[in-house]
């Protein structure tokens, strides 16, 4: 492990800013951080984001779809430039939102070494022949509103406006009213062709979220992702027939829990024969949710990883007949909802090529969503991680070393410099 001294300058540049953002959106229930999409926390981080920029001569504007973008030099479509001609800009940048608990370095790593690599650039005396912007993307999580990559989906049109305004979280508001209420403008949501066309290249650095890096070297402290499995959310709810835990004999019970307790059991058995495949259920809602009553109804989100989209959706195909064949034998009924699903991502082979070889990193596959994945059906993008020692991620043992970091800052700074000139 890398360990660095104690008054290191790029450390203790790099430890002020990470005080700042860590001191946000603290979850003192669950543990770590949770920051939603246009919740108290996220406006604080923009808030700060937006000050830091402006600290480093950058001109930071929001974008219809309430992403935050910082620019060292002007993008063609602010200045109503012929995109056709106009050198593209370069991107970097993450997110600032988490999961509910989630850790700290997850999305806010890659904005703070996205500022720290601009300063890193102006270190080396380097002046974009382009413009760079740093990017801060809206609820990447899907924390709040269930679709992941909100901000970035609405960029590219890989979610309609409409769908996206619709979107509930847990209390019943609208994505719409969240937006309006963070004084943004919903109506303003889409597809953002001109950006889209003004941008010539995208790379978000991220800490690792498993231990892959590791196993392709255990000395990398930074790895070039080479793509994103296919993922998805679904959302399923066992119905039956809510009654009283004592008095109710087995032969009369409906109780929608036996089957959504077989389902969890089912997807992970059927796991067994794909080893690269994984199925999760972190979330259960049942409801009326008393200790003394069999449940009326209960919701199931799965979440499922696996290959290209086919292998998939293939496999939740499996997981929902079984959960309909046990909803069956309990004389319970299933519904089952896709949340979301997004395709397997090749990141640009050239531009993760080149920073492989840049850079000397190993290259990694991941089980992650990143609006890096969003972006690359629109935008040549590639990404690259910083080592996570234990692998831990969307909890608070999420985990990088400093030294690691400062190796994402330098690595980040001499990719972007190759992308600037
Ligand atoms: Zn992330």
């Given at each position: 492990?890398?360990?660095?001294?104690?008054?290191?300058?790029?450390?203790?540049?790099?430890?002020?800013?990470?005080?700042?953002?860590?001191?946000?959106?603290?979850?003192?229930?669950?543990?770590?951080?949770?920051?939603?999409?246009?919740?108290?926390?996220?406006?604080?981080?923009?808030?700060?984001?937006?000050?830091?920029?402006?600290?480093?001569?950058?001109?930071?504007?929001?974008?219809?779809?309430g992403?935050?973008?910082?620019?060292?030099?002007?993008?063609?479509?602010?200045?109503?430039?012929?995109?056709?001609?106009?050198?593209?800009?370069?991107?970097?940048?993450?997110?600032?939102?988490?999961?509910?608990?989630?850790?700290?370095?997850?999305?806010?790593?890659?904005?703070?070494?996205?500022?720290?690599?601009?300063?890193?650039?102006?270190?080396?005396?380097?002046?974009?022949?382009?413009?760079?912007?740093?990017?801060?993307?809206?609820?990447?999580?899907?924390?709040?509103?269930?679709?992941?990559?909100?901000?970035?989906?609405?960029?590219t049109?890989?979610?309609?406006?409409?769908?996206?305004?619709?979107?509930q979280?847990?209390?019943?508001?609208?994505?719409?009213?969240?937006?309006?209420?963070?004084?943004?403008?919903?109506?303003?949501?889409?597809?953002?062709?001109?950006?889209?066309?003004?941008?010539g290249?995208?790379v978000?650095?991220?800490?690792?979220?498993?231990?892959?890096?590791?196993?392709?070297?255990?000395?990398?402290?930074?790895?070039?992702?080479?793509?994103?499995?296919?993922?998805?959310?679904?959302?399923?709810?066992?119905?039956?027939?809510?009654?009283h835990?004592?008095?109710?004999?087995?032969?009369?019970?409906?109780?929608?829990?036996?089957?959504?307790?077989?389902?969890?059991?089912?997807?992970?058995?059927?796991?067994?024969?794909?080893?690269?495949?994984?199925?999760?259920?972190?979330?259960?809602?049942?409801?009326?949710?008393?200790?003394?009553?069999?449940?009326?109804?209960?919701?199931?989100?799965?979440?499922?990883?696996?290959?290209?989209?086919?292998?998939?959706?293939?496999?939740?195909?499996?997981?929902?007949?079984?959960?309909?064949?046990?909803?069956?034998?309990?004389?319970?009924?299933?519904?089952?909802?896709?949340?979301?699903?997004?395709?397997?991502v090749?990141?640009?082979?050239g531009?993760?090529?080149?920073?492989?070889?840049?850079?000397?990193?190993p290259?990694?596959?991941?089980?992650?969503?990143?609006?890096?994945?969003?972006?690359?059906?629109?935008?040549?993008?590639?990404?690259?991680?910083?080592?996570n020692?234990?692998?831990?991620?969307?909890?608070?043992?999420?985990?990088a070393?400093?030294?690691?970091?400062?190796?994402?800052?330098?690595?980040?700074?001499?990719?972007?410099?190759?992308?600037?000139?």
């Amino acid at each position: 492990m890398n360990q660095l001294p104690p008054n290191d300058p790029a450390g203790q540049r790099f430890a002020a800013l990470w005080a700042e953002v860590s001191s946000v959106g603290r979850d003192r229930r669950r543990g770590g951080y949770s920051r939603h999409g246009f919740d108290d926390a996220d406006r604080q981080l923009r808030e700060w984001f937006t000050e830091q920029a402006g600290r480093r001569g950058l001109d930071v504007e929001t974008d219809g779809n309430g992403n935050l973008w910082a620019w060292w030099g002007t993008p063609a479509w602010a200045r109503n430039a012929d995109a056709a001609t106009a050198l593209p800009a370069v991107v970097t940048g993450s997110h600032l939102d988490s999961v509910p608990g989630g850790g700290a370095f997850d999305g806010p790593l890659g904005v703070v070494s996205a500022l720290l690599a601009v300063d890193e650039l102006r270190l080396r005396r380097l002046r974009p022949a382009r413009p760079l912007g740093i990017a801060c993307f809206v609820e990447e999580e899907g924390g709040r509103f269930g679709l992941p990559c909100l901000g970035s989906r609405l960029l590219t049109g890989a979610v309609s406006p409409d769908a996206a305004r619709r979107l509930q979280d847990r209390d019943g508001v609208s994505a719409a009213d969240a937006a309006a209420a963070a004084g943004m403008d919903p109506l303003r949501w889409g597809r953002d062709e001109a950006r889209l066309a003004g941008i010539g290249s995208f790379v978000e650095l991220h800490v690792e979220q498993g231990r892959l890096l590791h196993s392709a070297d255990p000395d990398a402290a930074v790895g070039v992702a080479d793509g994103i499995v296919a993922h998805g959310r679904w959302r399923l709810t066992f119905t039956g027939e809510g009654n009283h835990a004592g008095t109710t004999v087995v032969a009369d019970r409906r109780d929608p829990m036996i089957p959504a307790a077989a389902t969890v059991l089912a997807a992970r058995r059927l796991l067994a024969d794909r080893p690269s495949a994984v199925a999760t259920v972190g979330r259960l809602q049942v409801n009326p949710g008393g200790s003394n009553v069999i449940a009326s109804s209960v919701d199931l989100w799965l979440d499922v990883r696996y290959g290209a989209t086919g292998d998939t959706t293939a496999l939740v195909d499996e997981i929902t007949l079984l959960a309909r064949q046990e909803a069956d034998l309990e004389g319970c009924q299933v519904l089952e909802r896709r949340e979301s699903l997004s395709d397997d991502v090749v990141f640009d082979p050239g531009l993760s090529a080149v920073a492989a070889e840049q850079l000397s990193a190993p290259v990694v596959p991941t089980g992650a969503g990143h609006d890096a994945g969003i972006l690359a059906a629109e935008i040549p993008s590639a990404m690259l991680f910083v080592r996570n020692p234990s692998g831990i991620s969307h909890a608070p043992g999420e985990f990088a070393e400093t030294a690691d970091c400062l190796a994402g800052v330098q690595a980040l700074a001499d990719v972007l410099a190759g992308l600037i000139r």
